[in-house]
């Protein structure tokens, strides 16, 4: 018999060092999306205080910024080794609180540990170029610095993960932290904090206040966003959430990472692996209950392999295992909430009046929100399909040219991943050339979904352009100052001025 899943949330939260105490009283309620049971009434900061601990942050600032990058990799290192040690503990929150099956609460806590350890060689790396000069006597080159505060608004569906994509690499440049997690997640912030604070006292000399974490509704994120102190804000959620984002940081020039919406596709074409293909759909698109920003929600098929492909498919959705997400075997869990329920059913009612065929959608009755994963075929790309709703569901459609499926691919407002099933190389370059697919991500033979922290993450259109994670990322969390040196006697200027006095 599985513990109720709040009596275990608890247990996790002692192992991690959680005082629950310290945290709870009014404002933001942690549940279990496994059976929809409160774990704890959290107490939400006001905005006078998120303020104050903001400005907290930007003190630890001038004394972090001062901490050689190889130093400051050195905490980072040391939390990975924390993240190690509490990985089996925070993952188990992670399935607690977010409803994510035992594997990728694992693998949730494992992405924090590969970004750490990317954190921990950038911050030897964190180098500008050396770049030739027109003048003699002069060498010119750049400088990167730390930059300031850096604000993270994070999503329930990757509670940790993502927060730790942006804290390690802005705490390697020299950036303090403050987290405003989603209030439907708030406990994982609180342990990961927690095992934060580890790592600090094992590195013994880093400023108070260099991770600082801020419960609370819209209210407190916007406290964050308006902050003059805080020069970059890394935000993940809905479209309407960087709408209402963007603004604010551009009026006042800061810097924006913005990790918005996602209606991901994939294209299946007449050379594809199929049995390859089946395994990669079934991951991306029922995987963490179709409740990832990289989901894969439509699938356009070419006709040729649409009836040996369609069929297995609709057999595979018909028999997933839906469930407990802390059970071995469950490969689905529970959505969210019952709003996301709604949701879902919502855009399955509007793909059946656009002539869609649905299978599945339908409840599974036990406490919590559990549905099965539905697939729905599609006449054409219209209705629901071209908006993101946050539940499993996948549109099939079917194509002869692949040029239509590349536009269909493309013809959504959100922009962040996709991928070809494809044995044919001309196919696959030509989705991955400039004339293929818009996305920030684009994949061959392996679904949209479940990318690894070395690549930079992200999306175009109105996913937000930000890019987080891996490659050269880094670069958003400083400032870069260009410098040239005149190491003469002279003072020639550039392009040939001539300015005698
Ligand atoms: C998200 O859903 O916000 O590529 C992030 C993936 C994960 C990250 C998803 N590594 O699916």
């Known amino acids: 018999m599985t513990a109720q899943p709040a009596d275990d949330a608890r247990a996790v939260l002692a192992r991690l060092g959680v005082t629950l105490a310290d945290h709870e009283g009014q404002g933001v309620v942690a549940r279990s999306p496994i059976d929809g049971a409160v774990i704890a009434t959290l107490r939400a900061h006001t905005v006078d205080e998120a303020k104050a601990a903001i400005d907290a942050a930007h003190a630890a600032f ?152 801020l419960q609370g509704g819209p209210e407190v994120g916007a406290a964050l966003v308006s902050h003059p102190k805080v020069p970059l804000v890394s935000a993940t959620g809905s479209t309407r959430m960087g709408r209402a984002v963007a603004p604010i940081l551009a009026e006042r020039f ?8 996602g209606n991901n596709a994939a294209i299946i074409a007449p050379s594809a692996d199929l049995e390859l293909a089946l395994r990669g759909i079934a991951f991306s698109a029922m995987g963490t209950a179709g409740q990832r920003c990289t989901t894969l929600r439509r699938l356009f098929v070419h006709e040729d392999v649409a009836e040996a492909l369609i069929p297995r498919l609709k057999a595979a959705y018909a028999s997933v295992p839906v469930g407990d997400p802390r059970e071995a075997g469950t490969l689905v869990g529970p959505l969210i909430d019952e709003q996301a329920y709604e949701g879902m059913q919502k855009a399955l009612t509007e793909a059946k009046a656009a002539g869609g065929v649905v299978q599945g959608g339908e409840r599974v009755a036990r406490d919590g929100v559990y549905v099965r994963p539905a697939i729905v075929e599609m006449p054409a790309q219209a209705g629901p399909m071209l908006h993101e709703t946050f539940a499993p569901i996948l549109y099939v459609v079917r194509y002869k040219d692949l040029a239509d499926a590349i536009a269909m691919q493309n013809a959504t407002a959100a922009g962040l991943a996709s991928s070809i099933f494809s044995n044919d190389i001309r196919e696959t370059e030509l989705f991955l050339s400039a004339q293929g697919s818009d996305c920030g991500i684009a994949n061959v033979n392996i679904g949209p979904s479940g990318a690894e922290i070395g690549g930079a993450f992200g999306g175009e259109k109105e996913t937000g352009g930000g890019r987080e994670s891996g490659s050269d990322a880094w670069k958003a969390y400083m400032r870069r100052a260009t410098n040239t040196v005149n190491y003469s006697r002279d003072l020639p200027l550039a392009q040939g001025v001539k300015f005698d006095i």
């Open 254 to 261: 800061a810097r924006a990472i913005l990790e918005l919406g």
């Open 62 to 213: 001038g004394a972090w910024r001062t901490v050689p990058a190889p130093r400051r990799g050195e905490l980072i290192r040391l939390f990975g080794e924390e993240l190690r040690a509490a990985k089996a503990d925070l993952g188990r929150l992670v399935s607690l609180e977010a409803g994510k099956i035992t594997s990728e609460g694992l693998g949730e806590v494992q992405e924090m540990i590969d970004i750490c350890d990317f954190a921990v060689g950038l911050s030897r790396q964190l180098h500008g170029l050396t770049i030739a000069t027109e003048r003699p006597g002069h060498r010119m080159m750049e400088t990167w610095h730390p930059l300031g505060v850096c604000g993270i608004i994070s999503a329930f569906n990757f509670p940790v993960a993502v927060w730790c994509w942006n804290a390690a690499l802005a705490l390697v440049c020299g950036d303090p932290v403050v987290w405003k997690p989603s209030e439907k997640t708030p406990l994982t912030a609180i342990a990961t904090q927690a095992v934060f604070e580890k790592a600090l006292a094992r590195f013994g000399d880093a400023p108070a206040n260099l991770s600082v974490v």
